[in-house]
């Protein structure tokens, strides 16, 4: 049967398929637009194997906030070019996706895959995306946070986010848009020394007493010139030990204790594509 323009029109609106793809995968249909949109599906997935062992390493950060400010969700869509990463097409791809995130609050990663998204799933979407641009996809992160006021930051270029709760509602914005971005640019460990993880402690420790072994210090002195480096380490890379950005004769415990007594961070994520 013929194939119309409104034919191909109306398979390009439901699938976001290249015109020439449309118009293919309509004529190997006989026009049933149902059978084309699998056909187009399952030449995603055939791309999708070929190029399972390419490497995705480019790709947007993104992060979104509900309207109460109460909870928020980052994830990232990776690409193999950046030509595909700053399309903006791709990046309202992803937004769309993240804003169905808030919508629907999945648990993890996994979850967040599942969940329903234009008819299909957000996985479905990915494989059907790459028989369409013809590159590797792959969503390699999804998290969370629900909190008394959640604030987010995105570096331009989409390549570095961040997204911070705090433990007071009744906070200044620009405050919690200063952490967000100290967050970004200095990619602390955790909030604070008492819930840096033991195995990063543990490795600084080691990599401490190495250090000095190969300045030639005392093997008796090795453990107290480790602990030392340590210390010194949580005032560089836990969030509230750290020097404020924008003002270095402070820390950002100092910082979010001079706005409002009391006021803390309660969880926050980072994720950089740069790395």
């Known amino acids: 049967m013929a194939i119309t323009s409104a034919d191909v029109a109306k398979l390009r609106k439901l699938t976001a398929a290249g015109m020439m793809d449309c118009k293919n995968a309509l004529e190997e249909a006989n026009g049933d637009c149902d059978r084309a949109i699998t056909i187009i599906r399952e030449k995603g997935k055939a791309v999708a194997n070929k190029r399972a062992d390419r490497e995705a390493s480019e790709g947007v950060a993104l992060t979104k906030v509900t309207s109460n400010g109460k909870f928020g969700a980052m994830m990232v869509l990776n690409c193999e070019t950046d030509f595909v990463a700053k399309n903006q097409d791709f990046i309202n791809l992803a937004s769309a ?10 648990a993890d990663l996994a979850s967040f895959k599942a969940i329903p998204f234009r008819d299909k799933t957000v996985n479905d979407i990915v494989i059907e995306q790459i028989g369409i641009i013809g590159e590797k996809l792959d969503i390699p992160f999804f998290d969370f946070i629900s909190a008394e006021k959640v604030v987010p930051y995105i570096h331009p270029g989409n390549k570095v986010a961040s997204l911070v709760g705090f433990n007071m509602s009744d906070m200044d914005l620009q405050v919690g848009k200063d952490i967000a971005m100290q967050i970004a640019a200095m990619a602390p460990v955790s909030i604070s020394k008492e819930d840096c993880p033991k195995e990063v402690v543990d490795k600084e ?19 107290k010139i480790a602990e030392g480096r340590v210390q010194k ?3 560089e890379s836990t969030l509230l030990s750290q020097s404020f950005v924008k003002d270095n004769k402070i820390t950002v415990e100092q910082y979010l204790q001079g706005h409002k007594k009391g006021l803390n961070v309660t969880k926050f994520l ?6």
Do not use: V
């Open 97 to 106: 996706m993240l804003d169905t995130a808030l919508e629907k609050k999945p």
């Open 205 to 223: 420790f080691e990599i401490g007493r190495e250090q000095a072994r190969n300045e030639g210090k005392p093997e008796n002195m090795l453990d």
């Open 233 to 235: 380490f949580f005032k």
């Open 270 to 275: 980072r994720y950089s594509l740069n790395l």
